[in-house]
């Protein structure tokens, strides 16, 4: 069964860290172009970081130099590490395929609540 599960968000202060993990079915995480996306409330969803089947990384300008994403092709994990947070990053995030044809159903996504 194609799965996604996100895990590590909660809440924290502006200024706090938190590291994110995404379990993924082999199916859908073997030699394919990750990514993390997030949702704010009545925003649509947008990608925030990438990382190639090699690791090359790229990451939206609102998060560059604060997220770090990576990716353990042994496990079929993917993470990303939240630095700096700020209150404009509260949002549910997922992580799926990059490209819209190699993605699984979207996960549960996990809730990250930056207060201010």
């Known amino acids: 069964q194609v799965q996604l599960v996100e895990s590590g968000g909660g809440l924290v202060q502006a200024g706090g860290s938190l590291r994110l993990s995404c379990a993924a079915s082999?199916?859908?995480?073997?030699?394919?172009?990750m990514a993390w996306y997030r949702q704010a409330p009545e925003k649509q969803r947008d990608w925030v970081a990438r990382?190639?089947?090699?690791?090359?990384?790229y990451y939206a300008d609102s998060v560059k130099g604060r997220f770090t994403i990576s990716r353990d092709n042994a496990k079929n994990m993917v993470y990303l590490q939240m630095n700096s947070l700020k209150p404009e990053d509260t949002a549910v995030y997922y992580c799926?395929?990059?490209?819209?044809?190699?993605?699984?159903?979207w996960g549960q996504g996990t809730q990250v609540t930056v207060s201010s």
């Open positions: 082999e199916i859908i995480f073997r030699n394919n172009a």
């Open positions: 990382i190639s089947s090699n690791g090359a990384t």
């Open positions: 799926n395929g990059l490209y819209p044809n190699l993605r699984g159903a």
